[in-house]
């Protein structure tokens, strides 16, 4: 079972056409005893060709200020929520922003963790004109970017939906400062499944999206993948993960298709997306 977001919203939104992008700035404290840095989360929303007829809406987290200061600009890791959820997810329900503060302050590669919401779409496109993984790459690619993050150097992850729609951004070579991908308890099928059409549009929209059979073009990529052993999806990962050539990190611990194993995991995942980012 995936989780809907947990929490508040911060929203703003402007404008109407195109990609108009509102910031709301806030602070969350990290209380963990390492550190009194805070990890800056800025919000808002834009409109998307390729979401009709409905906002997105997405967050930006930032450790130790705001990029656009005398440092280097941040690179960004991307996350891609899973069903039932939207962009607040990785913050409201798994702490990343707190987490990457943890990771920073340890004296990891500091990078920013950005989300968009993504609706149902198992980030491809779909019969409904709707093509989320084309609004990651030129709508909020480029918003980003005006928040003065490098986009030229970026990595992607996700848990379940989410997880499947990283493995296959990463391995359609849309993103060309790709350094890294990971992905948490992704749901991931060696075959179409005709008895459900809420992940593919049919057989043809199966194969044209296939991340099995395009495991080859991850080869020379960084790339984590991790599930847990109580997880319904454990054997068909187990499946993906056996075929993947080069070398790859994560494993199988003990854990389900829920939060609390996401959260146990996250540090290890957000420590690989440093070193990869760096």
Known sequence: MEFPTLGRRRLLELGAGGVTAAVLAGCAPVSDGLTASRAEVRSGSFTSRFRPDTGTNWSVAIPGG??????????????????????????????????????????GQPFAIAAVDGGESWWHRRATGT?????????FLPLLASQGLDTGRTAVF??????????LLASQH????????A???PAVWSMHDAGRADNFDGAADFEANDIFALRPELEMLPKRIDCG??????????DYVSGLPGEHEGGFQ???HDSGYWRSILPDVISFLGRNLA
């Open 229 to 238: 052993t109580a997880d319904n999806l454990l054997y068909s990962v187990k």
């Open 131 to 139: 093509d989320t993984q084309s609004m990651v790459v030129e709508e």
């Open 158 to 167: 996700g848990l379940s939906m989410g997880g499947f729609g990283a493995l």
């Open 183 to 185: 992905a948490m308890s």
């Open 66 to 107: 705001s990029a656009g200061s005398d440092q280097q600009p941040l690179p960004v890791a991307l996350f891609l929520h899973g069903t039932g959820a939207d962009h607040r997810m990785v913050f409201d329900d798994l702490q990343a922003d707190r987490v990457l503060a943890q990771h920073v302050a340890r004296g």
């Open 254 to 256: 003990d854990g389900g």
């Open 174 to 181: 849309r993103l060309p400062g790709l350094r890294a991908v």
